[in-house]
T-cell receptor, first 116, second 113 residues
Framework: GAGVSQSPSNKVTEKGKDVELRCDPI?????LYWYRQSLGQGLEFLIY????????KSGLPSDRFSAERTGGSVSTLTIQRTQQEDSAVYLC??????????????FGPGTRLTVL | SQKIEQNSEALNIQEGKTATLTCNYT??????LQWYRQDPGRGPVFLLL?????KEKRKERLKVTFDTTLKQSLFHITASQPADSATYLC????????????FGRGTSLIVHP
């Protein structure tokens, strides 16, 4: 596929459970970003990766959130002990390179997370 | 407080007219500003980027202006079509040269046939 893919597209979980969200960026894109979007809200930055390292984790809302990226490709966002306020659409984006001027971001379709 | 403002009310226009959307920001000196389109259930799609030293940029029926004195960007769609109906997001760097844009909440555009 040519675009960014995310899985699952929808996830319903019970409060207190852990969830893993997956992002497959466009092949060759070195930068990868995670955002979340709540109803009627803008995109909230969570974390970005340059290659496999995460220079900026400042957007992660709590220590229940973590993310990793392996092989400079696939990334997983993990939310432990989910809370109802974690319900949102989680969007992943990639761009060709970070250390250049302000690249456009290519977004995936998102994972809609609902915590009951 | 630092913020990016986009009109939360939907913009309704007739097909063929020019749609103008506004993005205002305070307390930033961004090096660039981007506009994205987002359809329901989908991720945003990049449309245009304009840099601080550019006043205007065009792409097909789209035009973006950037006034760093007014701290405002205007996004125009000429000869609008119902297919242009979507939410339009502006994004800019809030820390002067950051490669991670901060997004506004977006404005919904509805083009009526």
């Amino acid at each position: 596929g040519a675009g960014v893919s995310q899985s699952p597209s929808n996830k319903v979980t019970e409060k207190g459970k852990d969830v893993e969200l997956r992002c497959d960026p466009i092949s060759g894109h070195t930068a990868l970003y995670w955002y979340r979007q709540s109803l009627g809200q803008g995109l909230e930055f969570l974390i970005y990766f340059q290659g496999n390292s995460a220079p900026d984790k400042s957007g992660l809302p709590s220590d229940r959130f973590s993310a990793e990226r392996t092989g400079g490709s696939v990334s997983t966002l993990t939310i432990q002990r989910t809370q109802q306020e974690d319900s949102a659409v989680y969007l992943c984006a990639s761009s060709p390179r970070l250390a250049q001027s302000y690249n456009e971001q290519f977004f995936g379709p998102g994972t809609r997370l609902t915590v009951l | 407080s630092q913020k990016i403002e986009q009109n939360s009310e939907a913009l309704n226009i007739q097909e063929g007219k020019t749609a103008t959307l506004t993005c205002n920001y305070t307390n930033y000196s961004p090096a660039y500003l981007q506009w994205y389109r987002q359809d329901p259930g989908r991720g945003p799609v990049f449309l245009l980027l304009i840099r601080e030293n550019e006043k205007e940029k065009r792409k097909e029926r789209l035009k973006v202006t950037f006034d760093t004195t007014l701290k405002q960007s205007l996004f125009h769609i000429t000869a609008s079509q119902p297919a242009d109906s979507a939410t339009y997001l502006c994004a800019l760097d809030i820390s002067g040269g950051s490669y991670i844009p901060t997004f506004g909440r977006g404005t919904s555009l509805i083009v009526h046939p």
